[in-house]
C-alpha cells in the first residue's frame, strides 16, 4: 500500500522558519495535503498542491514538490507559538494516506 | 460556517456495547469519509462513500463496524459489542469530487471501559 513517512520532530524558535519534510509512494497521486492538528481537535487543511505543480505559495506557507524523489515539503515562514501543533502530510487516490505527523514546536 | 459537524464530541462506553456516530457533511459535498486515529499515529482509513454508494472498506475493519449514508447525505457509523482496542478518535471528512479541498471535522472521542 501506500507509504507516506515524516519525522517525528521539529523544534524552532518564534520567529525562525520551519520546514517539515514528507516522502510519499504513490507516483498516481493527484493532489497532495498539509494538515494541521491542535490538542484535541480534528485536522485542519492548511494547503494543498496538484501534482503538476512545483510550488505554491499561500502568505506565510510554502509547499515544495519534487515529483522525481517523490518529496514534499512545507516551510511556515516567521514561525509564531500559535503553530505548534503537529501537521500531516497526505496523498490522496480515491482515499487518503496520511504520515505519522510531524509535532512542531515552538519556543518562544 | 457549516463546516463538516460530527455529534458526538466524546463518548464513554463500557465494553461490549454498542455506540453510534454521526457525520453531517458540508452540504454539496458527495464524498464522505470515516479515519481513526490512536494516540500519536496518523489517521487511519476506515471507509468512505460516494453520495450513498459506500465505494471502499478497509479490510482492517472488522464485521463489528457498519456505516451508512442513506440519503447521501449525513452518515452514520455503528460499533457493535464495543472493545477496548476501539477506543480513538473515529474523524469524517468530505469533499467533493474530482476538487482538491477536502475538511474534516473535529472528531468523536470514545473511551471504552
Known amino acids: 500500500g501506500e507509504d507516506v513517512e515524516q519525522s517525528l520532530f521539529l523544534s524552532v524558535r518564534e520567529g525562525d522558519s520551519s520546514v517539515i519534510n514528507c516522502t510519499y509512494t504513490d507516483s498516481s497521486s493527484t493532489y497532495l495535503y498539509w494538515y494541521k492538528q491542535e490538542p484535541g481537535a480534528g485536522l485542519q487543511l492548511l494547503t494543498y498542491?496538484?501534482?503538476?505543480?512545483d510550488m505554491k505559495q499561500d502568505q506565510r506557507l510554502t509547499v515544495l514538490l519534487n515529483k522525481k524523489d517523490k518529496h514534499l515539503s512545507l516551510r511556515i515562514a516567521d514561525t509564531q507559538t500559535g503553530d505548534s501543533a503537529i501537521y500531516f502530510c497526505?496523498?490522496?487516490?480515491?482515499?487518503?494516506?496520511f504520515g505519522s505527523g510531524t509535532k512542531l514546536n515552538v519556543k518562544p | 460556517d457549516t463546516g463538516v459537524s460530527q455529534d458526538p464530541r466524546h463518548k464513554i462506553t463500557k465494553r461490549g456495547q454498542n455506540v453510534t456516530f454521526r457525520c453531517d457533511p458540508i452540504?454539496?459535498?458527495?464524498?464522505l469519509y470515516w479515519y481513526r486515529q490512536t494516540l500519536g499515529q496518523g489517521p487511519e482509513f476506515l471507509t468512505y462513500f460516494q453520495n450513498e454508494a459506500q465505494l471502499e472498506k478497509s479490510r482492517l475493519l472488522s464485521d463489528r463496524f457498519s456505516a451508512e449514508r442513506p440519503k447521501g447525505s449525513f452518515s452514520t457509523l455503528e460499533i457493535q459489542r464495543t472493545e477496548q482496542g476501539d477506543s480513538a478518535m473515529y474523524l469524517c471528512?468530505?469533499?467533493?469530487?474530482?476538487?482538491?479541498?477536502?475538511?474534516f471535522g473535529q472528531g468523536t472521542r470514545l473511551t471504552v471501559v
Open positions: 452540504s454539496e459535498h458527495n464524498r
Open positions: 497526505a496523498e490522496i487516490e480515491d482515499k487518503f494516506y
Open positions: 498542491i496538484f501534482s503538476n505543480m
Open positions: 471528512a468530505s469533499s467533493l469530487e474530482r476538487t482538491a479541498e477536502a475538511f
